[in-house]
C-alpha cells in the first residue's frame, strides 16, 4: 500500500516552511528597496542641485548677460520644484517636494547668489510664504532637460543681479 | 580558461579606458571659458592697425573711432582671439564694448570665420528689433545690453580709462556647442 498521506503532509510542511522564510525575506526586502529608492532620489537631487547652482554662481560672478546650459536628467517623483528666499539676509533655496515611501517630503538646498525661476506657476505651497516662487511642471518632470542658468539684472527683489533658472529644451523652442 | 579569464580582464581595461575618455572629451557640459588676463593682455599688445588699447587706457574717442571706420571683424578675430579657438564649441563670436554704469559707450563685433549667423544682438526697448552688436559703431545703447542667442555665453571685463573716466572694457564671448 502506497504512503500517499504522509508524502502529502511531508510536502505540505515543506512548503509551509519555506512560506515561513520567503513572505517575511521578501517584505523585508521590498522595505529596503523602497528606503535605498528613497535614498538614490534624494542623491540624485543633491548631485542636481550641486550642478546647477555652482553654474549659477558662476554665471552670476561672470555677470549679464553670461550664461550656459546644463544637461541633465530629472529623475521620477518629483512633485514641485520651487524657490524660495529671504532677501533681506541673502538666503536663497532651490526646493523640491519628492514622494517618498512615507509620504511627501521637503528637500532644499541652500544658494548665496540671488536666483529666480525663468517661468512660474501659481501653487498652494508658495501661498505659505512671502517670497516663494513655484517653477511649471515641464521644468521638474521626468526626463532630459536642458537646463539655463542666466545671469540677468530683471531680478524679483530689488537685487543688482540675480541668476534665473529655466528648461530650454530643443523639441519646445 | 585562461583565455576566458583574459578576455574578460581585457574587457574590462577598455571599458575603463572609454569610461576615461567620455567623461573628459565627449562630455556635453563643456564649459565656455577663456583667461581673462591673457586675453586682454593679447589685445592690449597689438601694435597695428587694430591697436586700440594701451594696457588699461583706450586710446582718444577720435582714434577710437577712426579705428572703428576701418574695421574688419574677421580680420580682428585673427589678430584677437583666433589662440582661443575651442574645439568643444561650433561657432565662438564676441562682441567688444565699453560700458559706463548701463551706457552702452562703443561697440563693435569679432566673429569668427564660421559663424553664419552672427549671434550677438543688442537688444533695447526704444528701438524696434534686434540690431548685431557693432552694426552701428558711434551709436550708444541706453539701458541696452549685448546679449547672445546661443546656449553659452560669458563675460569678461576689465576697468580702462576712456575720456578721462574709468569705464568697463567687456568682452562677451558666445558659444554654441559643437
Given at each position: ?17 519555506s ?19 528613497d ?49 533681506d ?21 541652500y ?33 532630459p ?13 530689488g ?6 533658472i ?8 | ?7 574578460v580582464?581585457y ?24 583667461n ?5 593682455s ?13 594696457d ?24 584677437y582671439?583666433?589662440s ?30 564660421n ?64
Amino acid at each position: 500500500m502506497k504512503k500517499r498521506g504522509q508524502v502529502s503532509v511531508e510536502f505540505m510542511v515543506i512548503i509551509a516552511i519555506s512560506m515561513m522564510i520567503l513572505l517575511p525575506s521578501v517584505y523585508m526586502f521590498r522595505n529596503y528597496v523602497m528606503q535605498s529608492s528613497d535614498q538614490i532620489l534624494k542623491s540624485r537631487l543633491n548631485e542636481l542641485s550641486d550642478m546647477v547652482l555652482l553654474k549659477a554662481k558662476k554665471m552670476h560672478y561672470y555677470g549679464p548677460p553670461s550664461k550656459s546650459t546644463i544637461e541633465l536628467d530629472m529623475p521620477p517623483q518629483i512633485d514641485n520644484m520651487y524657490i524660495t528666499a529671504v532677501p533681506d539676509n541673502n538666503e536663497y533655496y532651490l526646493g523640491f517636494t519628492i514622494l517618498t515611501s512615507h509620504g511627501t517630503e521637503e528637500v532644499t538646498f541652500y544658494s548665496d547668489i540671488p536666483i529666480r525661476a525663468l517661468e512660474t506657476k501659481p501653487c498652494d505651497f508658495c501661498n505659505s510664504y512671502s517670497f516663494c516662487e513655484c517653477m511649471i511642471e515641464r521644468y521638474y518632470n521626468k526626463g532630459p532637460k536642458n537646463i539655463q542658468v542666466t545671469s540677468t539684472v530683471d531680478c524679483n527683489y530689488g537685487e543688482d543681479f540675480c541668476v534665473s533658472i529655466g528648461d530650454f529644451s530643443p523639441d519646445l523652442n | 580558461m585562461d583565455f576566458i579569464l583574459t578576455f574578460v580582464l581585457y574587457l574590462f581595461a577598455l571599458s575603463v579606458f572609454f569610461f576615461a575618455i567620455n567623461d573628459s572629451y565627449f562630455s556635453t557640459n563643456r564649459e565656455l571659458d577663456v583667461n581673462s588676463e591673457i586675453l586682454f593682455s593679447k589685445i592690449s599688445n597689438i601694435y597695428n592697425e587694430y591697436s586700440f588699447l594701451d594696457d588699461s587706457k583706450v586710446m582718444s574717442v577720435s582714434k577710437f573711432d577712426i579705428f572703428l571706420a576701418g574695421y574688419n571683424p574677421l580680420i580682428a578675430y585673427e589678430h584677437y582671439f583666433q589662440s582661443f579657438e575651442s574645439t568643444a564649441f561650433s561657432d565662438i563670436d564676441y562682441c567688444i564694448y565699453l560700458q559706463n554704469g548701463s551706457d552702452i559707450i562703443r561697440n563693435f563685433e569679432v566673429y569668427s570665420k564660421n559663424s553664419q549667423d552672427y549671434s550677438i544682438i543688442i537688444l533695447n526697448d526704444a528701438i524696434i528689433g534686434e540690431i548685431p552688436c557693432g552694426t552701428n559703431k558711434v551709436l550708444t545703447y541706453e539701458d541696452a545690453i549685448p546679449y547672445c542667442k546661443s546656449d553659452e555665453s560669458i563675460v569678461v571685463s576689465k576697468p580702462v580709462l576712456f575720456e578721462q573716466d574709468i569705464v568697463q572694457l567687456k568682452v562677451l564671448m558666445c558659444g554654441e556647442r559643437a
